[in-house]
Nanobody, 127 residues
């Protein structure tokens, strides 16, 4: 069964950048759409960006548009989220999720419906 491990979170100041990684193991990563989701205490988890299994289709949600870039390297079984121009509203626990039956669009709309989730990596942006 596919397992996901996120890394790359940390503390940055406003305007800084971070690159999150989502390393997969135990399954056929190339068969799964992958998404990044953010959770802030007291709020519902929200989609940030999703990418199709073959990398051809990408969805960005809300404030991620124009600042974040999602990508994947199926040969390395890893997905990435490059986050630039960070601001305090980007602070949260970032989860990687994957599903072999969803398109990237459906994955981003599902919020909690993906079949596989990582443990999350914390991003903190100070003003």
């Amino acid at each position: 069964q596919l397992q996901l491990v996120e890394s790359g979170g940390g503390f940055v100041h406003t305007g800084g950048s971070l690159r999150l990684s989502c390393a997969a193991s135990g399954g056929h990563f190339e068969d799964y759409a992958v998404g990044w989701f953010r959770q802030v205490p007291g709020k519902e988890r929200e989609a940030v960006s999703c990418i199709s299994a073959d990398g051809r289709f990408i969805d960005y949600q809300g404030s991620a548009k124009g600042r974040f870039t999602i990508s994947r390297d199926n040969a390395k079984s890893t997905a990435y989220l490059q986050m630039d121009s960070l601001n305090p509203q980007d602070t949260g626990l970032y989860y990687c999720a994957a599903d072999s039956t969803f398109t990237s669009t459906r994955l981003c709309r599902s919020r909690d419906g993906a079949g596989v989730w990582g443990q999350g990596t914390l991003v903190t942006v100070s003003s």
